[in-house]
């Protein structure tokens, strides 16, 4: 695909930047959003903005979604202006958010009767690897499909990997969230434990980084515990969200989860306790207040 037309929907703060990203490799964008400085910033750089999601589609060889949920994706693909009633045969999809597996076969199955194809592509890294094209892209759908539109992928991320049938992505990003919070929380945790107890949170961490539970997710724990520093950009109500995510999904193939509903319950109590801005690491505090 030459020169394919973008249409871009969901310009926070990594879309913003992946949109940047594209537009800085000489990519044509259609742009919609809620952040009305990224809209505006994306204008300035000659995109241009379309006032529903068909209106989008209709202008598009490729339409990226960058939301929040399965709810939201499901949203602009369907209704009298989503994006369905406005697809072209020969159009891909991009959802590149953390969505429901079950959710994104169903939209995809919607669009092949249109003849449009659909990757699904969660990311993994920060909004600063989006503006330089060093994302994490686990991408999953059709091996044609993917193949169309990698160029394109490759000028966002550093690692773009091919996952295998639709749904695939998301269900992999699912696990990896799963792992990552669970390990935020328990760490959280265990520093919060140390804090009730009267044991020097700091000496703890060298302790316990000196040994095998080393991990970029303690060093940010660290971060907030102990410095009181919080810079995991990630946020409680997001975190929350990816693992009431991974338990429907294992709750519908008949998996227990009982760690992940663990987490899911101490993400939830933060969310009731007003964190859900705060990055996941704050949940420290729940842990100190509350009791650990």
Do not use: W
């Amino acid at each position: 695909m030459t020169n394919p037309k973008i249409g871009f929907i969901g310009l926070g703060q990594m879309g913003g930047n992946m949109a940047e990203c594209l537009q800085n490799n000489r990519y044509d964008l259609v742009v919609m959003g809620r952040n009305r400085a990224s809209v505006e910033a994306t204008l300035a750089r000659g995109a241009v903005e379309a006032s529903t999601p068909k209106k989008l589609a209709l202008a598009s060889d490729i339409v990226m979604l960058c939301v929040t949920t399965s709810e939201a994706v499901e949203s602009l693909i369907y209704g009298d202006e989503g994006i369905l009633a406005g697809i072209k045969p020969g159009t891909t999809i991009i959802d590149f958010g953390t969505s429901i597996p079950a959710s994104t076969q169903k939209i995809g199955a919607d669009l092949a009767a249109k003849g449009a194809g659909m990757i699904d592509a969660p990311l993994g890294r920060t909004p600063a690897h989006a503006k330089d094209g060093l994302l994490n892209i686990l991408a999953a759908g059709d091996i044609d499909t993917f193949e169309k539109v990698k160029p394109v992928l490759d000028v966002l991320g550093e690692n773009v990997f091919y996952l295998g049938a639709l749904g695939s992505g998301h269900v992999t990003k699912l696990i990896n969230n799963f792992m990552g919070m669970t390990t935020v929380c328990a760490m959280s945790q265990a520093f919060a434990v140390a804090k009730r107890t009267g044991i020097d949170v700091q000496q703890l961490f060298d302790i316990m980084s000196a040994g095998p539970s080393n991990s970029p997710f303690m060093q940010f724990c660290k971060n907030y515990a102990v410095d009181g520093v919080s810079d995991l950009g990630f946020s409680i109500a997001n975190a929350a969200k990816d693992i009431g995510y991974f338990v429907q999904m294992t709750q519908e193939m008949n998996i227990q989860v009982e760690i992940a509903e663990g987490t899911a319950a101490n993400l939830a109590a933060a969310l009731e306790a007003g964190m859900g801005h705060g990055n996941v690491p704050e949940i420290y505090d729940l842990f100190v207040h509350r009791g650990a």
